[in-house]
């Protein structure tokens, strides 16, 4: 019988209520509130907080305040940066490459909500994983939402809801976030 974690990582329902997932809830609550709470100056404080809440494969930036639900779902490549007030739900995956930034008000969210009211009646949740692959600059206010894979060298315009892929190499912005331009890639 798998736990309600496994369950949350496959995408299928599961019960957020789980005394381990609300342990865990709480520790990277724990994390985040004395990430927030440390000044600028404290560099090396700051960075091992973070190391502690997310997988990182190098240099990286977040600037306070920063929100996410488990931490341990998410990973950042190489020289990322995330600007004020970045909110990550991570009940699922979370997948940013190298060299990816964030504006402020960043929203990205793995979390979903089942359409049938009876299981919303129950309390249940579903997730699906996010990828953003390298060199993906995401314009302040955007929003990302559950299973969408946003490719390289792209950019989302300020604002966007990026309910579906993008492809890699495009200038996409909206809501719903479409295509407007190919762009030279590097």
């Known amino acids: 019988m798998k736990s309600e974690k496994e369950k949350m990582l496959a995408g299928e329902l599961y019960f957020p209520g789980d005394r381990n997932l609300m342990d865990d ?8 509130s004395e990430y927030n709470s440390t000044k600028p100056t404290e560099e ?9 809440l997310i997988i990182t ?3 990286i930036k977040i600037r306070s305040p920063f929100y996410c639900d488990y931490g341990y779902n998410i990973e950042v ?26 504006g402020p008000n960043v929203q990205i969210y793995t979390a979903s909500h089942p359409l049938d009211p009876k299981d919303r009646i129950k309390k249940l949740e579903l997730s699906k ?9 995401v314009g302040g206010g955007t929003i990302i939402l559950p299973g969408v894979t946003i490719g ?14 993008i492809p890699e190499d495009v200038l996409a912005v909206g809501n719903p976030c479409k295509v407007i331009k ?5």
């Open 77 to 102: 490549g190489e020289n990322f940066y995330a600007n004020v007030s970045c909110i990550i739900l991570d009940v699922n995956k979370v997948i940013i490459g190298d060299n990816v930034m964030l």
């Open 44 to 52: 090396d404080e700051r960075k091992e907080i973070i190391e502690r």
């Open 182 to 186: 190919k762009i030279n890639s590097l």
């Open 129 to 137: 994983p996010i990828t953003i692959e390298d060199n993906v600059w």
């Open 57 to 59: 494969n190098g240099n």
């Open 25 to 32: 809830r709480l520790m990277a609550k724990m994390l985040i």
């Open 152 to 165: 390289k060298n792209t950019t989302i315009g300020a604002g966007s809801v990026v309910t579906k892929d």
